[in-house]
C-alpha cells in the first residue's frame, strides 16, 4: 500500500494543479448521479427480500397471477340511514368499475357488495366443505343421542353437558353464518356499509395506488355523497391504502430522520473543523479573539470543505444504487444516514492531517501531498477494509445483506475518492482564494507552543497512559463475561413487534372495521391460509389428500388447521357431485324421516332442514355472479387451487417457519411436487434464509477485515492490534445488548457485518500512527489521530442515530444496534487499545507503573525518545525485527 501511494504523488499533485477541472468532472458525474436517484423508490414489501428462483416466492407469483390481487381498496359509507348508504352504493358502483388508469385498463374488476343469501340459505349445504358436512352430521348425531338420553325416565340434565351441547350449537351457528353471510356488508346498527373492491392485479407502484386512491376520491366527490344524506361520509381504505400509506410515511420517515441526522453530524464536524482552525492560527490552548472571529466568519466554508465531497458522493451512490435494482428496501434506505457518517469519518482524517501540516507553515501542494500519502493511505485501507467486509453480502440469497453490502461497499469507495481526490482541490481553491486559511499564525509560530498536533504538556515530553494495567484487566473481564453471556443474546421473532401502527390507515380503518368486526363476531375465523395452485382440477384432490395424511401424521407438533379446496364447496366432477348431493339426502332423511328429529323444533334445526333441501347439482351458469367470482381465477377456471389454514399464529416467526416446513412442499402419492404460497410463508423463507446466512456473513466479514489487516501490516501482531479494538468493541456490545435487553431481529442483522466493517477503522488509524510516530508515543498519537477518530466515530453513530428518531420499530432497531456496537469499538480504541500499548511498551522496557522507574532507559522523562518508525521496530514486541 506504501509503494502505490509513493506512486501516486505526481497524481496529487496534478489534482492541486488542476482543482477548477477536477471539481468540474465531480459536479459533472455529481449531476448525472442525482438524476439517476431522484427515480429511486422505496419497496417495503418482504417477499422482495428473497430470490425471485425461491420456491415460496414462485408459489406466491403464480397465486398472484392465477387468483389475482390479494389487496383491497374498501370504501366505507357511514350515515344514520342504511337506504341513503344503499342508494349512494348503487351509484357508485358502476362508475367505480369503469374507471381507467393511466394505462387505459380497468383499476378495479370485481366488487363485494350484495349476496344472494336466500339462495345460499336454500343451498348452503351444497356449499359446505366435506368437514363442514362432517360438522353437521355429528351435531345432529349429537342431537339424537341427546333425544334418547332425555327419553329415558331415569336421566338427568348435567349442566356441563348441557354446556357441551350449547358449544355444539354454537360452532354450527358460527359455520353457517359464515357460509351464508349478510346480504349486504354493513355494521351491526347499520350506519356504516363497506363496499370492497378488488384490482386485477397486485400493483407495487405506489404513484399507480395514489392515482387510483385519487380518481376514487374525485369520483366518490362527484357522485356527492351530501345529496343522499347530510351527514353521509365516505371513507377511503383497505389493505392498498395501507401498502400506500407504509411506504409514504417511511419515506417521509427516512428523509426526515436523515435530515436531523445530517444537521447533527454537519454541526459536530464544523465545531471540530473550527477548534482545529483556530488551534493552528492561535496555538492549541490560547485565546486570541480576533483569530475567533475570523475563524468564526470562515465556518460556513469549513462546512463546504467536507459537505460538497460527501453530497457527491452520496449522489454517484444514488445513481450506482438505481442502475442496480432501481428501488431501495427498508435496510437499504437507511444508507444515506450511513454514508454520510462513513465519508465524513474519512473526511475529518484527511482534513485534520492537513490542517496539521499547514499549521507546521508547509504549502498547499506540500501539505496536500503529504497528508495523501500518510493519512490517505490509512483512510484508503479503512475504506478498502470496510468495503471488502460489505461486499462480502452481496452473495448472499437475503437481499437484506445482498443490497445492503452492494450499495454500502459502493458507497464507501466513493466517499474515499470524494475524501481523497474532490476534498483536496477544493481546499486548494478555497485556500489559494483566501476564502479559507489555515496557515500558522506568524507570533503562534515563535511562541515555543509546540508542534500543532503538539506535546501534551508544552515541554517536549511524552506522558505515559495512565492506569494501563488496571484497564486492561477490567477490560479483560468483560471480556469474559460477554463470552459467557453471548448464548443468551436474544432473536425477536415477533413480526408484530416489528411493524409500526400507520397512524392515517389505522384511522380510516376502525370505520371500516366497523363492518368487518361484525362479520368475525359469531366466532372464531380462519385466518391467513396458505394455497397451493394445481395446473387442473383433476389434480385437486391428491394435493387436498397428500396434506391431510401429513397433517394427521403431526401429533407432536402440528400447525395445519384444516384443508380445503373450492371443489369441495362447488362441486365439478359429476362423481364429487353425485356423493354431495348423497350426503345432503342422508341428512334430509335424518330431518325428516329420524323420530328423534322429525319433531323437533329450533333456529338451527330449521335453518338446517331448508339447507338441506337441495337435490340437483349446480351448474356454474345457475351460480349467483357473487359466488362465480370468487370461485373463479383470472383465466376463468374454477377448483384449481387448495387453502391450507394454519393452527398457530402467523406472527411468532417461530411458529411461521413451522408452518413453512409443514405446507411449503407437498408432495402427492403419485411424486407430484406442489408448493403453498402466502406473503406469511415468504417472510417465514425469508427469516429462515436470514438466520442460516447470518452467522457465515459475519465470519466472511470478519475474515476479510483480518486477511486485509495482514495484507497492510505485513505482520500478525500488528495487524492483531489494529483488530483489538473491533473484537473487544463488538464483545462489550453483545454484553451491553444483554444487560439493556436490546435483541436481534431480521432488521437490524445487518448491522452486525456493517459493524465489523466500520468498526475497523479506528484501530487501523490507531495503529498506523503510532507506528509513524515511534514508541512512547501513545499519548500524542490519540492527542491527534485519537481526535480524529473520536469525531469520525461520534459521526458514524449520529449517522445511524438519526434512525433513533424513526416511528418504524425495525428501522429504529438498526440505528440502536449500530450506536452501541460503533460506541463499544470506539471506547475500546481510545482506552483498551492504548492501555495494551503502553502495558506493553512497559513490559519490553522494564517500566513499573507504580513508580515510573525504568530498567532499560527512559523514553518519557527527558524529551529524548526515540521517534519514528526504527523506534518502533526496535522494540521486543514488534515481530517484523
Known sequence: MHRLFEHLRPFIRGVVRRAGWVLLAAVLLTVAGGMLARNLTIDSDLANLIPEDRPTVQALNQLKETVGGESDVAVAITSPSFDSNKAFAEALIPRALDMEGPDGQPYLTRVEYQRDVE?????????????????????????????????????????????DSDASGRELEAMYDDLVGKRYPVSPDSTTMVLRFYPGGTNTDIAFIDQLYSDLRELVDEVEPTSYNAKMEVTLGGRLYRRLVEVNTIWNDVSGSFGTGILAVILLVVGYFFYKANAARAGRGRFRPRVMLQEFLRTPIMGLVIGIPLLMSLAWTGGVAYVLFERLTLMTSTLGLVLFGLGIDFGIHFYGRYAEERAEGHGITDAVETTFVSTGQAIAIGAFTTAAALFVLTPADFKGFSEFGAIAGTGVLFALIAMTVVMPALLALLERSNLLDLRRNAAVATSGTGHASGDINGSGRDRRFPAARPIVLASGLAVVAALLLIPKVGFQYDFGALEPEYTQYEERNEVIDRVSAADTSSGPSKRNPAYIVADSPEEVPAIVEAVREKARRDTTSPTILSVESL?????????????????????????????????????????????????????????????????????????????????????????????LQDVGTIRTDDGEVYHAASTSLVAADMLRIMRSEAPWMVLGTFLIVALLMYANFRAVRWAALALVPLVVGILWMLLLMEIFGLMLNFYNMIVLPAVLGIGNDAGVHLVHRYREEGRGSIFRVLRSTGEHVTIGSLTTMMGFGGLLLSFHPGLNSIGSLAVVGIGTTLLSAVLFLPSLLQWMEDRAAGVHEGNGESGSGDYHGNGSAETGPSAVEATPYDDRS
Do not use: C, H, W
Open 119 to 163: 339462495y345460499l340459505k336454500d343451498n348452503a349445504l351444497y356449499f359446505a366443505s366435506d368437514a363442514e358436512l362432517t360438522q353437521v352430521e355429528n351435531y345432529l348425531d349429537d342431537q339424537i343421542e341427546q333425544a334418547k338420553l332425555e327419553a329415558n325416565p331415569f336421566y338427568f340434565d348435567l349442566d356441563e353437558e348441557e354446556g
Open 567 to 659: 371443489q369441495e364447496r362447488f362441486p365439478l366432477a359429476d362423481s364429487a357431485r353425485q356423493a354431495k348431493l348423497n350426503r345432503i339426502a342422508q341428512i334430509r332423511d335424518l330431518l325428516e324421516n329420524n323420530k328423534y328429529l322429525r319433531n323437533q323444533e329450533g333456529e338451527a334445526i330449521d335453518k338446517l332442514r331448508r339447507a338441506a333441501q337441495t337435490t340437483t347439482a349446480i351448474d356454474l351458469d345457475q351460480l349467483p355472479d357473487f359466488l362465480r367470482k370468487q370461485f373463479t381465477t383470472k383465466s376463468g377456471e374454477i377448483g384449481t387451487f387448495v387453502m391450507i389454514y394454519p393452527s398457530v399464529g402467523l406472527s411468532d416467526g417461530r411458529k411461521s417457519i413451522a408452518f
